[in-house]
């Protein structure tokens, strides 16, 4: 009897796409849940998101399902905030409460990408400049050996016209952006921001944080003159050795955040 | 008998307006009141405002009034401090409390502008180097697509001549000061700092820091080389998507500033 | 028999002056001891001084004597900290303490300037490279109205020859030092730091914070192109506005640094 | 009997180098483990370092051994979590815990400087785009006296050719990196950090943060025009004064990370 109705619930909503509510991957593993608020903290309190940003990870039972909070300001997340979401970024359960207008930038970035399990968006300051110049983002050290030598920039004018807001407000702009995004970690988008990706949260949130801090130093550095920046195969050769690595930022700035104020 | 007494004082104080009292325009609501009180501490938690700048609304019971703290650092404002002016701005009831001397911008601007409901005058670091030079102050991403594609700054000089304090100190040269902020939601004073415009305490926070940020980041990226700043199109339908989001960051700046110390 | 003695040993220290202690001009108004305490805290907490760096007073009863720290870090001055010097900056009674080596700055200025009641000598980092530089420090607003439109560098190499260590450290050199200083209130010192002078403390930490302020801006508004600074006849008329306000800012000040924590 | 079986392990392990696990030198003061506890939390309270960046101090009981902490991010380090390691970057006794993958930095300036008592290595921020540059960092003020006027720079890629991950990762590149540094105080390594070294604890936390503010400095004065630059009888004569005055900024700096939370 349910289950016909549930049925029946399907073959009706299939055709109402937009209203369908997914179904759940089940609760996922609670640490996986309290990695994602820490993140939202630590990011908050290194600067790399302000009122706006977020943070995603990919669900450990079902890797067509994703995890982030709802549309609020990343310092004030809590667990209960966390919602699930399918990868066309429809919420399973949004309760009525408000959904970020770009979490299709999470959705379509896990569709193109298997590898990726945590995603960040954010405004981070030094980064914006690099999105709207002709200079390219790149390592000045070991640090942001991440990023590649080659940091895309995704200019949303080319897909959604000259008169956009900037945002990546729905599937088909989250496709164009995981193509500029395509095989790298990070990608800026002219006036407005940038995304990085990992595959995990502590690593994501390194990632966010030294392509940061990469930018406000070579911003620096280009001044003082003509620059060496490291190669592709120093970058490949440092970035396996961080990967190892990121465990030691990462329970400091945990540590930050958590402590009983 | 009370009545005739007021009367015959209200024709007595026409002929001194500069010593008239105006009418209260009775007790605002107090939330207006109390979101002035936390616009002052959250502007100088986001360094806005140091020991000087100031934030006034416009009364919820009377277009011809407006509230604004008395002339004191805006970290310290209480509800207390709080005063009701008129248009020429003069203070209802001053209680020999002293005036910010510049409450002038307010009162004009209010008398200029029906459609603005909120203004913040500030010293705002990053946006002095841009009142002071031929590089105008520009939109680089969609945080700060409120200012539009043509930020106007305001040259004292050409009305109070060349020895002004370069403090809008009266009436006059707060009507120069609307005139040259004219339909626009930000004016550069040169030499002195800037004044935002908005149509409530937080979109006008909102874009006072705003507008701080884009002048830290425009600078930034004028020195990478050639910038591509937001179009009018984009600026436009930017700043109407961002308009239903200010209460994001407003709600986190406002936790920082209230939570128990 | 005890007035003998003591003009006996009175005679005998005249010979030799290097040893001798100077009579005290008595105690000082106790406010003075607080505001030179809480100006060594303010300062520390503004990022004008950090390790390095100090603050005097003119003795209220008697222009001969100033008030100032035994050497230490300002933050943590207290009340028992402060010593009394006569202008050739030789402590009434130090009881052992070290004092600072650059005394002898404070010492000739209030001799060169009886118009100076307070002094700060600091290292503040936005002022150093225009120290270094031929680009000169101006006033670029009008919080800064009070450095004029001429800020004097001295080159310690021009007196003390190739090989100094850069330290104002005797009395010849605090003349040299005053002389460069002039009838301004500010001088940078090349490869070191500046002084400011002011009639109050009050005052003196104000313009201390906002050369510093104005040398961060300046350098910013430089690269974006031609500047405007403001015109003598302007510095005059705010300066003069200006020192009216001081105590807004001093009063936000000392509440940060006061508060029990 | 214990000692012949001590002896016989002795020749044992003689032919087991990478395994031969040290003798101890014996206790080291418990000032000096508090001092280096200190230092960690100093440098990370100053922004030297972040989860990055270790510094270590030679055994006061013999020059043949090091202090350094477990590999860890600074700013959480205590005394339990200090080792004592042998000049080839052994630990003594490791305990199964990670140890930092460039502790030869440590080991091999100690065997190559025996003046040298205490090191730190860092990121510290505004040092690294000097690294990449063809400007050279130079002392522009007094408190930097110490670098003397040429700071080398260690590149990596003239001995660990065009792949290395820029980890000075074994004793070869420690011996490499020590001749790069010569007899100077502090050398940066292009595209990763610098070394600074020092006769005792407190000096080298002066000379790690003031060799980062001269760079954020000297950034800043490059950009107004030609630089003055302290001489080298300057830089003699101004690095002899400060050595007498390290522990000024040491004891604020160190009650401002013990003070009770």
């Known amino acids: 009897m349910r289950t016909f109705t549930l049925l029946a619930m399907g073959l009706c909503l299939a055709g109402l796409p937009a209203l369908a509510q997914p179904r759940s991957a089940g609760a996922p593993d609670p640490k996986l849940i309290e ?32 995890l982030m909070s709802r549309s609020m300001a990343p310092a004030l997340v809590k667990a209960e905030d966390i919602l699930e979401y399918d990868l066309d970024s429809t919420a399973v359960d949004a309760k ?13 970035i896990y569709k193109a990408r298997p590898d990726v399990k ?21 390592p000045i050290y070991h640090m ?3 990023m590649g030598v080659d940091v895309p920039v995704f200019e949303i004018r080319d897909v959604a016209g000259p008169a956009s807001d900037l945002l990546v407000r729905d599937g088909p702009l989250g496709v164009a952006l995981a193509k500029a995004l395509a095989d790298k970690t990070v990608v800026l988008m002219r006036g407005h921001g940038s995304v990085t990706v990992g595959t995990s949260i502590p690593q994501v949130v390194f990632r966010a944080y030294y392509a940061e801090m990469n930018a406000r130093l070579q911003s620096e550095a280009i001044k003082l003159g003509a620059v060496t920046y490291l ?7 440092s970035a396996k050795t961080n990967d190892a690595l990121v465990m030691r930022p990462w329970e400091l700035w945990k540590r930050k955040v958590t402590k009983p104020e």
């Open 35 to 66: 990695d994602v608020v820490v993140a939202n903290r630590v990011l908050a309190d290194l600067g790399v998101v302000d009122g706006f940003g977020h943070v995603s990870v990919r669900h450990d039972k079902d890797p067509n399902r994703y």
């Open 96 to 108: 009525g409460r408000a959904l970020f207008l770009e979490r299709f930038i999470h959705g379509e």
């Open 118 to 138: 945590a995603i960040v968006h954010s405004h981070s300051p030094s980064v914006i400049p690099f999105g709207v110049s002709k200079t390219r983002l790149q």
């Open 144 to 146: 942001s050996s991440f």
């Open 231 to 237: 190669t592709a195969e120093e970058t490949a050769a």
